[in-house]
Every structure is written in C-alpha cells, then in structure tokens.
C-alpha cells in the first residue's frame, strides 16, 4: 500500500545511493516505513547531508537496539535515528550498525541539539561511545550504576546499591 | 569536556566588607521615584551560591533536580539530573506480551493515560495491517481528546499556580473532576484506564455515556472563559510569565520540541493536520499558534487548545456509528465469554492466544500520535514471536527537558519554576 510519502521516500533513497554509493548498506521499506541503512564510517555526512541540504530538521529520537537475538543481523549493536522533515512533511530512520569491538560512533550534536539527551540515554543504555559529545554521561541511571541495562545480556531482575549524590559540575560547566 | 570547577575557588580569601544601612545615602527619602539612583552600594563581594531544587519540590510536579549556582537571584548555571523515576520500562516491555504493555503505557504520561493506550496500540495495528472499526475509531478520537483537555487542564492549572494564582487551579479542577468521572463511568479507574486493546477496546461504551460527557463538557467553557478572564490580560501574570524561557521557533525544532511547546514558538507543526490518522482530516478544528515561545504562549496555547478539542468531541459524539468495537480476527481478539464456556473451539482460541498472545510479522515500525504534551513516538522492533523484541518510546517532554538548562540560564531563580510548569514535564514518561 502506498502512501503520500512513498514517491518522497522514493526519491530521497535515490538520492542517497547516488550520493553515498555503497556506503548505503541497505534499504528497508517495510510497513510503508521508509529506512536506510548506513555504514558507520560516513554516517555524520549522510545525517549532515540530510540536515543541511534535505531540510530534516526534526531529529525525533535516537534509539540503541542490541540485535543479539535477532535471526539475523550485520553487528551486535544498532544506533537508530529517527528524522523527519517539518517542511517537507517526510520520515526516514537511519539505522547504523555498530560492532560491539568497535563502539565509538560521531555524535549529532553538532547537526540537532536533541542529539543531546538522545545519545546520552543510548550511551547508557548501550555503551556506545559519542565521540564528540560535550557531556557523555549517565541520565537516567544513577552515576554509580555499571553496565548498560537495554543490553539483552544484561539481566531482568536484580539491583546495584548506588548511594553518593552527583556533584553535577559537569552538567554545569557544560556550553550551551 | 570542560574543567571541573571546584566550589573552593569561590570561597573568598578574607570575609566581604560588612555594610549596614547606615552606609547609605541618608538622604534618600525611599518614597522619591529616584530612589534606586541615590542608592549607592559598596562594592559587595559576591560568592556563587549553590542551590539545589528537587527532586522531591512542590513546584517541580514529579521528581527531577536543578542545581543552579546563583549570582545573587540570577541563574548563572544550572544542572539538571533526571532519572529518579526509571523504572525500566523499555526492559520490562521485553518480557511481556503485546497486550500486557499496555498497562504499563498508562504510567508514561499518567495525566493523560488513554493516549499513551491508543498511540500504543496505533503503533501495533499498524504494524499488524489492522483496520479498527469506525466505532472503535470513533470512541478513540474522543476519549484522546477528552485527555487533551484534562491534560492542559493539569498543567495550565499548577504552572499559574506555581506563579502564584491559586484559584485558577479549583476552576480547571472542578471541570477536570467531571470529566474524570466520566471516563471512571467508561473504564473502572481515573488514572490508569488501560482501556484499549491490540485491535479494539475492552469493552463498549456504557449506557448513556455519551449523555454524561456532554453534561461535563458544559463545564469546560465556562472554567475556560474564567481562568483566561482572570489570566490572560493580567498584568501580574504577564510581568511574571512574558518574555520568560523564550525560544525562537528554530532552536526549539532544533532541540526536538514538539506539541503545544512548539506551536507556541509560532510552528504549527500538530501530527493531527499535517499527518492525519483516525480521521482528524475530515474534522473541522485549528491549531493555535503562540508568537514568542515564552511561558505565556504556552499557557495560553494549551488553553486555546482545549477550546479546539471542545470543538472536535462535539463534532464526534453524535457521530459515534453503531458497529463492533474489536476487529473479527481470531489471532487478535479474545472470543466472546460465553462462547468460551460453551465451544471447544472457542476455548482453545482463547487459550493459544492468552498463552501466546497477539504475534506482529517480524520488523521495525515507528508510529507517531499528537499526544496533549506532543509527538509521542512507539518504535518497536518485533520478531515474529509474542513479546516485543524492543520498544523505544520517544516521549515528547524528554526533549523539552533538554532545553531546560538553556532556558532558565541567565534567568531568576523564580522563573525556573514557571518555565518547568509551562514545559508541562511529566516525570513518568520523562524518566519511563
């Protein structure tokens, strides 16, 4: 079933493989969603390309995903960032696979300043590395907390005793 | 990463000069309109202060830290420390059954819990191919909007009273009383309703209901028309809200916002118009815009829009079709109770799917709705099997929460609180 979006997704996933070749891993359109897969090492210029020169300036969420249990995947982790386009009135995730030897990944924060608070909840939650971010440090978890609870290898039940309160200065110091 | 500062660098070396109020000018007379001018103060030396607000504060509604080193009452820097109410919703979701998350939904943004269940199941029936029937959609429409107004009501009411105008609040509370009534009359409970389901609703609606809601929607204007009597031309309340926590419309889009925070930066982005679903095109309602993004457009905003959901619950309550409420497929909806008693077909169609429950086909689905506090987003990731492989949700008051730092920096220390109360930041869906 097409929808409104379809030939915008058309079009924009023709212009990435023509921009970025095979650095476009794949393309998913399942569920009228539209989803590209990006390799890691050009994944802030198709973001920047996407900000800058197709007007996505909407950065809705950034979502970690372990694939541990998948059926079948290209490397354990997956950064997702889900974009949309206020003018164009068009979605498209980003989805980047992330090898768990290997964890640094550029941050966004340069490109949306949501990227933020995004990638601070994905570094806890995944342990993924920002490079970049001006104040990579735990959210939603306590400071003290260790491991990174989304992980499917981390366990259901069971607590950690965490018992200081955050200084904060970083939070502080960090520029606006 | 910047350096650490040390709270000692700002303990002064020797004790500030003390000064009385003999050192002034005696001869201000502190009537005369020049008084400040003839005031002449030594040079006082300041020291930042430290001060630590929340997490359990009565203005911050929830549970969420500002620490902000003061300069005098200005905000010089401020740290803000979420997370006192993660409760693991995204692990947990892991584990359950698609119909058993929605109750856990009900505690993201427990001020309007019906549409967390709707944008929840929206997100699953689509990733299913399910078309809900034209009752079902229906009731949905109404009771989302019914929660708009309730919604608006909760955080227009406690940020003027925050600011400091009390009696606001028992006008937007006594209509959000009726309507909670009603929506006790339809689901059993007035916070968590947990009222849809994967292909439908629990049940149907009750007799007469829809009598009752019109009878507590006539107390909505009138609880509207007295709060923005007492509020909008207010001159107290102008002083106090205009031009605070500004954000153009850029920066706002460029931190994430979405919903009435947004719309009050003068963006009209509302999921509603732009990407209609349930059939919001084919209903008559606008979208107030605010001009400058300050605490005042957002309040006045939310009220404008309470106005418009009104409009849309008249629209849709006589046009409520007859019909089934749940989908006719046995891999989705329960068989009916007495069929299950009787039947042998029955039973086992109720047994396979309470044991195995709803099964999506596998893949990734992000599905957005226009919640009272904005976009609020499920993306799910299913593997064939009957629990959710991983649910992300994208709450709409997360990223508002980002901008607090930037917007109470530079500001007084009394703004910090009607800035959080505009934001309408509910820890619930905040921290998940």
Known sequence: MATRETPKHDALV????????????????????????????????????????????????????????????????????????????????????????????????????????????????????????????????????????????YPLMGGQWCATTSDMTEELNEPR | MTDKISIQEFVPKEAPPRYSSRDFDSDVDPKRDDFDEGLTLPDINTTPMFINIGPTHPATHGTFRVYAQLEGETVEKAGVDVGYLHRGFEKIVEVKQYN??????????????????????????????????????????????????????????????????????????????????????????RLTYSYTRVGGLAWDLPEGWREDVKAALKEVPAAIKDVRGLVAKNRIFQDRTRGVGMISAEDAISFGWTGPCLRATGADL?????????????????????????????VIVRIAEMEESLKIIHQMIDRVPDGPINIDDKKVTLPPK????????ALINHFKLVIEGVQPPPGRIYDATETPNGELGFYIISDG????????????????MNTLKFLVEGGMVADIVAILGGLNVIAGELDR
Not at chain 1, 58 to 79: H, S
Not at chain 1, 115 to 143: D, Q
Not at chain 2, 271 to 296: E, M, S, W
Not at chain 2, 386 to 393: F, S
């Open chain 1, 14 to 153: 023709a212009e990435l493989k023509n921009r970025f070749g095979a650095k476009i891993l794949d393309v998913d359109r399942s569920f009228d969603d539209c989803t590209v897969i990006v390799d890691k090492a050009s994944i802030h210029d198709v973001l920047a390309f996407l900000k800058n020169e197709r007007r996505f300036n909407l950065l809705l969420d950034i979502a970690g995903v372990d694939c541990m249990n998948l059926p079948k995947f290209r490397e354990r982790f997956e950064v997702v960032y889900m974009l949309y386009s206020i003018p164009d009135v068009v979605r498209v995730r980003i989805e980047v696979p992330v090898s768990e030897l290997d964890l640094d990944i550029p941050t966004a924060t340069d490109l949306w300043k949501s990227a933020n608070w995004g990638e601070r909840e994905a570094f806890e939650m995944f342990g993924f590395n920002f490079v970049g971010h001006p104040c990579l440090k735990r959210l939603l978890t306590h400071h003290e907390f260790v491991g990174h609870p989304l992980r499917k290898d």
């Open chain 2, 100 to 189: 058993q998350v929605i109750p856990y939904t009900d505690r993201l943004n427990y001020c309007s819990g019906l549409t967390n269940n709707v944008a929840y199941c929206k997100a699953v029936e689509r990733m299913m191919g399910i078309e809900v029937p034209p009752r079902t959609i229906a009731i949905r429409v109404i009771i989302m909007e019914i929660q708009r107004i309730m919604d608006h009501m909760i955080c227009c009411g406690t940020n003027i009273v925050d600011i400091g105008a009390l009696t606001n609040f028992w006008y937007f509370y006594n209509a959000r009383d009726k309507l909670n009534d009603v929506l006790e009359a339809l689901t059993g409970a």
């Open chain 2, 270 to 298: 509302d999921l509603r118009k732009v990407r209609p679903y349930y059939g919001y095109d084919q209903l008559d309602f606008d979208i107030p815009v605010g001009a400058n993004g300050d605490v005042y457009d957002r």
């Open chain 2, 338 to 345: 007495d069929k299950v008693h009787t039947s042998m077909e």
């Open chain 2, 385 to 400: 099997s009957g629990h959710p492989y991983r649910i992300k949700v994208r709450p709409p008051c997360f990223y508002t």
